[in-house]
């Protein structure tokens, strides 16, 4: 029905409107009685065999909702019963932010792909706070936290404490998103110094909790091996958590899309079928490389059951889904969890 009827609809509009439309459609038709329990027979599974232990947490299934769709934490309790094992919100700021400027996100029809340039735009860490103390319990849910835009390199520590602190009581695994291309300023992160520094503090403020809880970095796809190796050095050196693989890519060969279209749309990250390859080839080099020393999440072109398991079988514990979302529908995940058990 989706693929047939809405998606049709749904991309005769402006992405970032239709978004903002499907969060509100969705908010909407879940408050009717009975909707909630249809989607779930819909589109949930529910087997002890999807289960996996990972970073010290319990995932009902393995397939999960990528940051950057429900940024603000509005809709993630009514996302759950699409059959997520767990969603991840953000990326948030410590203060709200408007991002780049419209026009932002574009998406690629014929390479099934999304350019996006939306900057961090989210309404800042208290909105989220708010919105996830409405929590109801049905699965794991990750906290993607980045610094304000307009932040000084010497503050940029400053803004991950203040969200990690924050949201420590309301989210079960964090995210340091230190490798989105859409935000200006970001090169001090990509430095394997500052990261220990960031890691670091972070995780020193961890343990003033009570419970502490697990830290992972989310990376870029476009890192070479040198790089990749520094990545596995670090989270050794640093004993980090885990690693998500990976953010969107500044790469755009072999696109079916024209240069016309390109140069008309310009900067931004790209994701969706075309980082597929790129991304499972980073989950598997920083799998073999550290043979298996650390959980790795996949993310990045998974748009069918064969493209995730493509990523466990590379080395992912877990896969994520965002643009495969928007091109397949809520019924993608019910499609990788039924192949997971067979």
Not at 75 to 100: M, R, S
Not at 179 to 204: F, M, T, W
Not at 215 to 232: G, H, M, R, S, Y
């Given at each position: 029905?989706?693929?047939?009827?809405?998606?049709?609809?749904?991309?005769?509009?402006?992405?970032?409107?239709?978004?903002?439309?499907?969060?509100?459609?969705?908010?909407?038709?879940?408050?009717?009685?009975?909707?909630?329990?249809?989607?779930?027979?819909?589109?949930?599974?529910?087997?002890?065999?999807?289960?996996?232990?990972?970073?010290?947490?319990?995932?009902?299934?393995?397939?999960?909702?990528?940051?950057?769709?429900?940024?603000?934490?509005?809709?993630?309790?009514?996302?759950?019963?699409?059959?997520?094992?767990?969603?991840?919100?953000?990326?948030?700021?410590?203060?709200?932010?408007?991002?780049?400027?419209?026009?932002?996100?574009?998406?690629?029809?014929?390479?099934?792909?999304?350019?996006?340039?939306?900057?961090?735009?989210?309404?800042?860490?208290?909105?989220?706070?708010?919105?996830?103390?409405?929590?109801?319990?049905?699965?794991?849910?990750?906290?993607?936290?980045?610094?304000?835009?307009?932040?000084?390199?010497?503050?940029?520590?400053?803004?991950?404490?203040?969200?990690?602190?924050?949201?420590?009581?309301?989210?079960?695994?964090?995210?340091?998103?230190?490798?989105?291309?859409?935000?200006?300023?970001?090169?001090?992160?990509?430095?394997?110094?500052?990261?220990?520094?960031?890691?670091?503090?972070?995780?020193?403020?961890?343990?003033?909790?009570?419970?502490?809880?697990?830290?992972?970095?989310?990376?870029?796809?476009?890192?070479?091996?040198?790089?990749?190796?520094?990545?596995?050095?670090?989270?050794?050196?640093?004993?980090?958590?885990?690693?998500?693989?990976?953010?969107?890519?500044?790469?755009?060969?072999?696109?079916?899309?024209?240069?016309?279209?390109?140069?008309?749309?310009?900067?931004?990250?790209?994701?969706?079928?075309?980082?597929?390859?790129?991304?499972?080839?980073?989950?598997?080099?920083?799998?073999?490389?550290?043979?298996?020393?650390?959980?790795?999440?996949?993310?990045?072109?998974?748009?069918s059951a064969e493209d995730a398991l493509e990523k466990i079988e590379a080395g992912a514990?877990?896969?994520?889904?965002?643009?495969?979302?928007?091109?397949?529908?809520?019924?993608?995940?019910?499609?990788?969890?039924?192949?997971?058990?067979?």
């Amino acid at each position: 029905m989706y693929k047939l009827l809405l998606r049709p609809l749904f991309f005769l509009f402006d992405p970032e409107k239709i978004h903002h439309f499907t969060f509100s459609l969705i908010k909407f038709t879940s408050k009717v009685p009975g909707a909630s329990a249809l989607f779930r027979s819909l589109y949930l599974i529910e087997d002890e065999r999807l289960e996996r232990k990972l970073l010290g947490l319990t995932f009902k299934n393995p397939v999960g909702l990528a940051a950057g769709f429900d940024k603000n934490a509005v809709l993630y309790n009514e996302l759950a019963d699409f059959g997520f094992g767990f969603i991840e919100i953000g990326t948030v700021t410590p203060k709200g932010q408007t991002g780049n400027p419209k026009k932002r996100l574009f998406r690629l029809k014929d390479d099934q792909g999304i350019i996006n340039r939306m900057g961090f735009n989210n309404e800042g860490l208290e909105a989220a706070i708010e919105q996830l103390k409405n929590n109801k319990g049905k699965l794991i849910i990750g906290g993607n936290i980045g610094k304000n835009t307009e932040t000084k390199p010497e503050d940029y520590t400053k803004d991950y404490l203040t969200c990690f602190n924050a949201l420590h009581p309301y989210v079960d695994y964090f995210v340091l998103n230190v490798s989105c291309p859409n935000v200006r300023s970001h090169a001090k992160l990509n430095d394997k110094d500052y990261l220990e520094e960031l890691i670091g503090a972070v995780q020193k403020a961890n343990k003033t909790f009570n419970v502490e809880k697990p830290i992972v970095l989310k990376i870029a796809p476009d890192l070479n091996n040198n790089q990749l190796d520094e990545i596995v050095q670090l989270v050794a050196d640093t004993n980090l958590d885990g690693v998500i693989a990976s953010n969107t890519s500044m790469d755009r060969s072999g696109l079916k899309a024209s240069k016309t279209l390109l140069d008309h749309i310009g900067n931004g990250g790209l994701s969706g079928q075309p980082i597929k390859e790129k991304s499972t080839q980073v989950i598997k080099y920083l799998s073999d490389k550290s043979n298996k020393a650390f959980p790795i999440i996949g993310v990045g072109g998974v748009h069918s059951a064969e493209d995730a398991l493509e990523k466990i079988e590379a080395g992912a514990d877990l896969v994520q889904i965002y643009t495969g979302f928007i091109y397949e529908g809520p019924s993608l995940i019910k499609r990788i969890n039924k192949a997971l058990l067979k």
